[in-house]
């Protein structure tokens, strides 16, 4: 973080910054160097050894710093004789945080998306979306591999924008209310789980706060390492719940769905065999489509939690084999999960999430059941991202970030406390949570979703190749620019856009009279 606040940090001219393996002493040396990892390029693979060039910001000051205190190996070596060790985590754990935090309960929305987008532009647009989301994480990637003592998406949004120490702020602001809103959505969805398969039994606020004193015992542990392990139970679950989910679907039949109708003399009542359409349906309205689009979208943005997670690898190097494997399971479940479900229960019995069209309510509370996992995990894992950005910076170069001492865990206990504190009230006194859980999303996704990283391919592109580097790399230099510069637009797209759509429907919704009130006891279960 820079020093003065509305002043640019201490910006490095990139030569001096410059990094090789010949440049670092054996003992110090980066298993990114040894791979070659650091001549990686988003567009073609570099050949090992080739220069890359620091951007810049907080703490960058000068080569000693980065060969004393920035190198992967030097921050293992540093806390080697801690009782509580970070960089612990293989690929194949931080593969399994990327599969719990993108198999999640978003999938069984696609089937919606798909009844409003047609079945045809809804499966391009999910390939299309998965694809811009992993060309822009390996970005990130890069980034972060230049840069290894980025601890999380706020050191990186500030380097990005030459250091300036505001944006450092405002990417926190974005950053803590991004988490404690996806905290809060999980409270709420526990709890329409709970009075789903209770039948509100109890008082819904009564649901959302066991669900937030459950989640912040899980939250406890410190390390990915750790969390890694709960990580793996949510995302096989969740696989689990999904396919149950498509599996009773077709089971059930056409007529089997929830609401079927045979026929009605009542337009406004949803009636005949469901309709499944290729394209979208004559006279769908930009905002109803616009929705569909964002909700694909929103589902496979996570690049937030990205940077935070590579600051955890013993080897950083290896993170794209996670990345690849998630990018791959996403495509083929979500589409399928999502296509097979609203095969049979089509446009008009369409529920979000799916669940709710099960005809079967014996099918809907199990396959439901299986997703109980996830709804406590991926709350446990934003309210770890926020714990972690506080803890450290609280208690940087003290005994108590990697150790087991009471002020250590007291405070650690005590900051996810106020998270979810926060997140149950936010949840319970905002009547129209989800529309605004929608308007968060269209504000910061843009920026953690596209904008940052089109920003961190211009920025290493100028650092490497120095001013024009766009002409001096040809064809590649040109197709770089013209695909990030798009990047960046759709980042801008979903910003104006997106959040023009979340208000119109808030709008709509205090119009309709379908918002509640605040800490109310009716049920919310599907």
């Not at 392990?229 to 089971?251: E, M, R």
């Not at 003290?398 to 936010?426: C, E, Y």
């Not at 208000?503 to 119009?511: A, C, H, M, P």
């Amino acid at each position: 973080m820079a020093l003065g606040f509305g002043k640019k940090a201490n910006v490095v001219e990139s030569n001096p910054n410059t990094i090789t393996q010949d440049r670092a002493p054996t003992h110090m040396r980066d298993p990114a160097f040894e791979t070659g990892v650091y001549g990686y390029d988003t567009e073609k693979q570099g050949a090992p050894g080739r220069k890359v060039s620091r951007v810049g910001g907080p703490g960058v000051l000068r080569d000693s710093d980065a060969e004393s205190e920035l190198s992967v190996g030097k921050q293992m070596e540093a806390e080697s004789l801690n009782s509580i060790k970070y960089r612990t985590c293989s690929w194949q754990k931080t593969a399994a945080l990327l599969f719990a935090e993108y198999i999640c309960l978003a999938i069984m929305s696609f089937p919606y998306s798909y009844s409003v987008l047609g079945l045809v532009p809804g499966l391009i647009l999910t390939v299309v979306v998965a694809a811009l989301v992993l060309y822009t994480s390996l970005v990130l990637w890069e980034f972060c591999l230049r840069h290894p003592e980025v601890r999380d998406v706020c050191d990186l949004g500030q380097m990005l924008f030459y250091g300036w120490e505001w944006v450092w702020w405002a990417t926190a602001v974005m950053f803590i209310l991004n988490n404690t809103f996806i905290q809060g959505l999980h409270v709420l969805t526990g709890a329409k789980y709970l009075n789903t398969m209770t039948n509100h039994s109890v008082c819904t606020i009564g649901f959302s706060a066991i669900m937030t004193v459950i989640t912040w015992i899980c939250s406890l542990p410190r390390t990915f390492d750790t969390l890694s392990k709960l990580a793996t139970l949510s995302a096989f679950f969740t696989f689990i719940s999904v396919l149950l989910a498509a599996i009773f679907a077709g089971l059930e039949g056409k007529t089997g769905t929830a609401g079927y109708t045979p026929s009605s003399s009542d337009p406004t009542v949803p009636s005949g065999a469901p309709l499944v359409l290729i394209v979208p349906a004559a006279g769908t309205t930009f905002i109803n489509g616009l929705s569909a689009f964002l909700n694909i979208s929103y589902t496979f943005i996570g690049q937030i939690a990205l940077p935070s997670f590579i600051a955890e690898m013993k080897n950083p190097a290896d993170f794209p084999k996670a990345l690849w494997a998630i990018t791959i399971a996403e495509v083929v479940l979500f589409s399928l999960v999502g296509g097979v479900v609203y095969a049979y229960t089509g446009t008009q019995y369409d529920t979000a999430p799916a669940f709710g069209s099960l005809g079967n309510p014996l099918y809907k509370k199990v396959a439901f059941s299986f997703m109980i996992p996830t709804l406590i995990f991926l709350g446990v894992l934003y309210a770890s991202l926020s714990a972690r950005f506080i803890f450290f910076r609280l208690f940087e170069g003290t005994r108590h970030k990697g150790n087991h001492t009471v002020i250590g865990w007291a405070s650690w206990a005590g900051i996810l406390g106020v998270t979810w504190i926060l997140a149950f009230i936010i949840a319970e006194v905002i009547p129209f949570f989800s529309d605004l859980l929608s308007l968060m999303s269209s504000l910061f996704d843009s920026f953690f979703g596209f904008i940052f990283w089109g920003m961190a391919y211009f920025r290493m592109r100028e650092a490497d190749y120095g001013p024009g580097w766009y002409t001096k790399r040809g064809i590649r230099g040109l197709w770089g620019t013209a695909l990030n510069v798009v990047i960046i637009l759709i980042g801008l797209f979903m910003l104006t856009a997106g959040t023009y759509a979340s208000v119109d429907s808030i709008v709509l919704g205090y119009q309709a009279a379908a918002f509640g009130g605040a800490f109310t006891c009716e049920s919310n279960g599907l």
